[in-house]
């Protein structure tokens, strides 16, 4: 199957600093790649929809300023969580389609003090 | 995309089958029928799709019903490591965004 990564696996970082964290189709080419987010004992959650070439879509209560996407290439795609607090602190989950099939990254844990 | 609604929690004894219903009533005659899983703290694990026919794969089949409002997940001989999150997914055929409801919880034990 199509493999998608993350990096970092992990992160801790200082309130107020910024994050950035990259997903990478591996083995094929993904105009269109979205970014999760969940707490814990939660499902996840839709936060926006990354497209090559053009701006993300964010779903309602997302706030783009604050989680900047960028889509550059057709194999990667980047979160930036800016002025990060600790209520940002999740599992960040990003995946990409092929075929109409989502492939999934293995997760950020991100972890904000 | 559709609505879906599966049971919180379910049990399977090891080596028997494991069968995960979903009822996806208000689905659109062109949306697909997807089943993950998750393993806790990582990225959820396509299992298979559907349309209208049942399918089966080296992990899983599926059965849809003829009306197409629910389908059910059979994983023919669990072992413990199928013990995870699943979760049945019918987004919309246009932009393929994956609304995750609270999934089944499926623990089998040895």
């Known amino acids: 199957g199509a493999v998608v990564s993350q990096h970092p696996s992990r992160v801790i970082c200082k309130s107020g600093t910024s994050v950035k964290i990259e997903c990478r189709s591996l083995d094929f080419q993904a105009t269109t790649m979205f970014w999760y987010r969940q707490f814990p004992k939660q499902s996840l959650m839709l936060m926006a929809t990354?497209?090559?070439?053009?701006?993300?879509?964010?779903e309602q209560g997302v706030e783009k300023d604050k989680f900047l996407i960028n889509h550059a290439s057709l194999t990667l795609s980047t979160l930036t969580v800016t002025s990060a607090h600790p209520e940002d602190s999740s599992f960040y989950i990003c995946s990409a389609t092929r075929d109409h099939e989502q492939f999934f990254g293995p997760g950020t844990r991100l972890t904000v003090l | 995309d559709a609505k879906t609604t599966q049971p919180t929690s379910m049990d399977c004894a090891e080596g028997r089958a494991a069968n995960l219903p979903c009822n996806h009533s208000t689905i659109s005659g062109n949306e697909y029928v997807y089943w993950y899983r998750q393993i806790h703290s990582q990225g959820p694990q396509y299992i298979i799709h559907?349309?209208?026919n049942n399918e089966t794969n080296e992990m899983a089949s599926l059965i849809i019903t003829e009306d197409r409002k629910s389908s059910t997940l059979i994983l023919p001989h669990a072992t413990l490591r199928d013990t995870a999150v699943y979760y049945c997914?019918?987004?919309?055929?246009?932009?393929?965004?994956?609304?995750f409801g609270t999934g089944t919880s499926l623990t089998v034990i040895p």
């Open positions: 990354s497209n090559e070439g053009s701006k993300a879509t964010y």
């Open positions: 997914i019918a987004p919309k055929a246009t932009g393929n965004q994956f609304y």
């Open positions: 559907g349309l209208k």
